[in-house]
């Protein structure tokens, strides 16, 4: 079982809709939770942070679920230039590395 | 502007000529560290560093080195290249460590024949 788990999609989504997806993580000793977005083979940028409470940012949720050991991106309103590649992120410390899963991917249609 | 610089950004090279991939910050970042992405395998680490002259192995580090002899640099060296180091390679930084935001630079796209 891979260590962080996303499923690759692609979602295809009509603009406007809403839209979520989900990502599993096996090391119940995980602390810091992220989003990152990656366009098209582009470098990845940070989206948000994932805090125990949730947290919103605009059109964008992200909760953590500690008991079921996942975290959730909800995308509201969707727009054409959501369209990319979703990346989860889990940290167990800060002097531990950065477990990757392989992204989701997000395209929006007109 | 902060950024985070590779280059080059695009290598073909063949089987076993030595290679160097730089990497520059100028955020005055701690840490810092080197990734290949592969599809459907998501981001590895290759290394990472803490400080100057701190550096440590991540998971796939086997035919690669690194080097921090400055704060602003990392750069990485493909001694012998093989064809299963052709990929797609990141170099990011943060602040302080891996559980501050990542900082990537545009990416390298290395084929080795």
């Known amino acids: 079982r891979k260590e962080v788990e996303q499923d690759p999609g692609p979602f295809n989504v009509p603009e406007g809709a809403t839209v979520a997806f989900n990502c599993t993580y096996s090391n119940s000793a995980s602390q810091s939770f992220f989003w990152y977005r990656q366009d098209c083979r582009k470098e990845p940028k940070l989206l948000m942070s994932?805090?125990?409470?949730?947290n919103e940012d605009g059109r964008f949720t992200a909760q953590l679920n500690r008991a079921s050991q996942y975290i959730s991106l909800l995308i509201r309103d969707s727009k054409l230039s959501d369209s990319a590649t979703y990346l989860c992120?889990?940290?167990?410390?800060?002097?531990?590395?950065?477990?990757w899963g392989a992204g989701t991917k997000l395209i929006i249609k007109p | 502007e902060a950024q985070v610089t590779q280059n080059p950004r695009y290598l073909i090279t063949v089987t076993g000529k030595k290679l160097t991939v730089t990497c520059s910050q100028n955020m005055n970042h701690e840490y810092m560290s080197w990734y290949r992405q592969d599809p459907g395998l998501g981001l590895r680490q290759i290394y990472y560093s803490m400080n100057v002259e701190v550096t440590d192995k991540g998971d796939v580090p086997e035919g690669y080195k690194v080097s921090r002899k400055e704060k602003r640099n990392f750069p990485l060296i493909l001694e012998s290249p093989s064809p299963n180091q052709t990929s797609l390679y990141f170099c990011?930084?943060?602040?302080?460590?891996?559980?501050?935001?990542?900082?990537f630079g545009p990416g390298t796209r290395l084929t080795v024949l």
């Open positions: 990011a930084s943060s602040f302080r460590d891996s559980a501050d935001t990542q900082y």
């Open positions: 992120v889990v940290n167990i410390g800060s002097n531990y590395q950065l477990i």
């Open positions: 994932v805090y125990s409470s949730g």
